[in-house]
């Protein structure tokens, strides 16, 4: 799929040329809707098998890895599949400038997920032994804490949008704690990340305010290290310079809070839409972790992530790939390979093997933390507001859907209003064993300050719910062979 930058077929154009695999292959830029994405996949799996030629914005070539073998191969292969994007064809060609949409993920970085060998070893043993050292029981607590504040900011309303008032803030209200900013960075910190990963006319801006509150809080912790990430960088045997621990840290927090953050939404949805989880969680047969399990192999934070780049002419799964080609990792499309789960109706609770933080020496070194703040969030949450229901129907839920993720733009509900005291208004106080509550992570970490102590468990839920609320179905899913499908694409399996 190389173009030869001296052949005729390659001048001005990105376009693969006549007899290509990825001539006349699908744009998935151009495919509009989650479900009609699904329905490529599959048409794509039926005619190629576990690799299929696609195009991508730009009109460029690359291959999109279906199955989920394929993908541990990909990605367990760094000597085949480099990280390093300035391998990339269309790079060397000039095809993608920095106005490309895919380059603000793909522009090479001097981080750890850009490195391989010997210089990955290096940056990443410091990262994942930082974020180790993080004292879990002391961020459930922080989890904890900024729950009550963002409940306190809309409770008294009984309504609030849980995407921009809750699942937007939270990672990065705690986040900022980890990695050793005072608390009241945090309201800001949310703010720029949110206009970067938006892309808004003002990111440029944002993105310099977050660099210039990331170098001085090196240049602060290289002085005077403290019970933090940051410090756990700078005093890393490794020795990191002051810039590539700074530019881990902005790594770490951008690309925390967007997996965090649609990692909290799809398990709300899904609690509030299919009323046998929530019977289920309530009813002490699975706990919220199982939950988890179940969202992060249906509807995994990122559906596509690109990438990986060849290093040399290979084979995948039948296809010759060659030196510089693309390969894109499908994470939803290999989580609902038929090959490992035959029948998406069957559970997974516990089963862990699922894409959604990729994996071989690049798997995600904060999926611990991000899994953390999810469960404690939204543990917390429905202890503070144990009857929150949605405010419309699910078919009026609005996404934001695109060929690399899938997420909510807004979750509106209600609620009983609470009291400026912070009781729930009719809600006894008395308290109830909580499923939920189980599902707290237990990880042994090193001490750091650390804020109160967490809520005690729920009270029960009352049986009715509030005016304008919208019950969950009851019903089981309408299913095509391989994918599970709500409408306007949300992913859920079944919780029996």
């Not at 009550?148 to 990672?171: C, E, K, M, N, W």
Request: glycine letters at 8%; hydrophobic letters at 35%; proline letters at 9%.
């Amino acid at each position: 799929m190389t173009l030869d930058p001296n052949s005729p077929d390659s001048v001005g154009s990105a376009s693969p040329p006549p007899g290509c695999p990825a001539h006349g292959a699908p744009r998935l830029d151009a495919i509009e809707g989650a479900s009609e994405r699904a329905a490529l996949y599959e048409r794509l799996r039926g005619e190629y098998g576990a690799v299929a030629p696609v195009r991508i914005p730009g009109d460029l070539p690359a291959w999109l890895v279906l199955g989920h073998r394929e993908v541990l191969e990909v990605v367990r292969t760094p000597s085949k599949f480099s990280r390093d994007s300035r391998l990339w064809t269309a790079v060397r060609q000039g095809q993608v400038t920095p106005e490309h949409p895919l380059a603000p993920v793909t522009a090479w970085q001097p981080v750890c997920s850009f490195a391989d060998g010997e210089e990955h070893k290096r940056l990443r043993s410091a990262v994942t032994q930082s974020i180790g050292r993080v004292d879990r029981h002391g961020m459930r607590r922080y989890v904890n804490r900024f729950t009550g504040q963002l409940v306190q900011q809309f409770g008294t309303t009984g309504r609030a949008d849980l995407v921009s008032q809750f699942a937007a803030q939270l990672p990065m209200l705690v986040m900022s704690r980890l990695i050793g900013l005072s608390e009241q960075h945090g309201p800001q910190l949310v703010t720029w990340v949110q206009d970067v990963i938006r892309g808004t006319a003002s990111a440029g801006e944002s993105n310099t305010l977050i660099v210039s509150l990331l170098r001085e809080l090196v240049e602060r912790k290289r002085g005077t290290p403290g019970q933090d990430i940051t410090s756990w960088l700078i005093l890393h045997e490794e020795g990191l310079a002051d810039h590539e621990v700074l530019e881990h840290l902005r790594f770490l927090l951008i690309s925390a809070n967007t997996t965090t953050t649609n990692l909290i939404t799809s398990t709300l949805v899904v609690t509030f839409t299919d009323r046998r989880l929530r019977a289920n969680l309530a009813g002490a047969s699975m706990t919220l972790t199982d939950a988890l399990d179940q969202v992060l192999w249906d509807s995994p934070p990122m559906t596509v992530v690109p990438g990986r780049w060849a290093t040399g002419d290979t084979t995948l799964a039948g296809q010759e790939i060659r030196e510089g080609d693309l390969l894109l990792l499908g994470l939803l499309a290999g989580n609902s390979d038929p090959a490992v789960r035959p029948d998406l109706s069957v559970p997974v609770h516990r089963n862990r093997s699922h894409l959604s933080f990729s994996g071989g020496p690049h798997e995600c070194p904060g999926q611990d933390i991000g899994r953390g703040i999810a469960e404690t969030g939204i543990d917390a949450l429905l202890h503070l507001l144990p009857d929150l229901r949605l405010a419309v129907g699910e078919d009026e839920l609005e996404w934001d859907d695109s060929w690399l993720s899938s997420h909510l733009t807004h979750l509106p509900v209600v609620f009983t209003p609470r009291r400026t005291s912070g009781e729930p208004v009719g809600v006894s106080p008395e308290p109830a064993n909580s499923v939920v509550r189980q599902a707290a992570m237990s990880v042994p970490g090193q001490s750091a300050e650390l804020p109160p102590a967490a809520p005690p468990s729920p009270p029960p839920a009352p049986s009715t719910a509030p005016s304008g609320a919208h019950e969950p179905s009851t019903a089981a899913d309408p299913r095509q062979r391989g994918w599970l499908r709500r409408k306007n694409a949300t992913r859920t399996g079944r919780w029996s």
